[in-house]
T-cell receptor
Framework: GQSLEQPSEVTAVEGAIVQINCTYQ??????LSWYQQHDGGAPTFLSY????GLEETGRFSSFLSRSDSYGYLLLQELQMKDSASYFC??????????????FGSGTRLSIRP | DTEVTQTPKHLVMGMTNKKSLKCEQH?????MYWYKQKAKKPPELMFV???????INESVPSRFSPECPNSSLLNLHLHALQPEDSALYLC????????????FGPGTRLTVT
């Protein structure tokens, strides 16, 4: 089966940098993605890594190491609006013709002024 | 248009009621999903439709019945629900099953009394 582990809570200061880690165990691997969800809101897609290395999108970057079954989301120049839950996710092969996304338990990021 | 819409936003129903949740997208996506999310938990996959055919049913109780009338619409019919079914029900879509980026609707907050 699949499992993903990420810290349940992280606190950081406005303007700082924070890293949210995710380790996974999968029977097959098709890439790691990250979603952001504000309280009362819907998850929104942030990034996807299929290959090793760093992907940068503005203030957010995502890293993947397939050999270590590990990835992280890096948020720079933190703003109060970044306070949200962040989920890592992997694809699980459900059958020969269908796959599904499995979400980690989520990391609640709180930003302090 | 990169929006997934869901109606209603809130729904309160008794255990003997029959109701339906609706989801619509006009992005030409061919995969659509229903998720259930409890407070402070990750989205939990319920059903996946690909090209209007049910691809995945995650052993969901029969009191939940999905329907995909066409490529833009996804319904979830509810009947004889239990109080523990109270949750946020999220609809999502993606270009296909193989594409990681899912677009989520705002959800329907369901309360079963």
């Amino acid at each position: 089966g699949q499992s993903l582990e990420q810290p349940s809570e992280v606190t950081a200061v406005e303007g700082a940098i924070v890293q949210i880690n995710c380790t996974y165990q999968t029977s097959g691997f098709y890439g790691l993605s990250w979603y952001q969800q504000h309280d009362g809101g819907a998850p929104t897609f942030l990034s996807y890594n299929a290959l090793d290395g760093l992907e940068e999108t503005g203030r957010f970057s995502s890293f993947l190491s397939r050999s270590d079954s590990y990835g992280y989301l890096l948020l720079q120049e933190l703003q109060m609006k970044d306070s949200a839950s962040y989920f890592c996710a992997v694809r699980d092969q459900f059958s020969s013709s269908a796959s599904k996304i499995i979400f980690g338990s989520g990391t609640r990021l709180s930003i302090r002024p | 248009d990169t929006e997934v819409t869901q109606t209603p936003k809130h729904l309160v129903m008794g255990m003997t009621n029959k109701k339906s949740l609706k989801c619509e997208q006009h992005m030409g996506h061919r995969a659509m999903y229903w998720y259930k999310q409890k407070a402070k938990k990750p989205p939990e996959l319920m059903f996946v439709y690909s090209y209007e055919k049910l691809s995945i049913n995650e052993s969901v109780p029969s009191r939940f019945s999905p329907e995909c009338p066409n490529s833009s619409l996804l319904n979830l019919h509810l009947h004889a629900l239990q109080p523990e079914d109270s949750a946020l029900y999220l609809c999502a879509s993606s270009q296909s099953l193989e594409i990681y980026e899912q677009y989520f609707g705002p959800g329907t907050r369901l309360t079963v009394t």
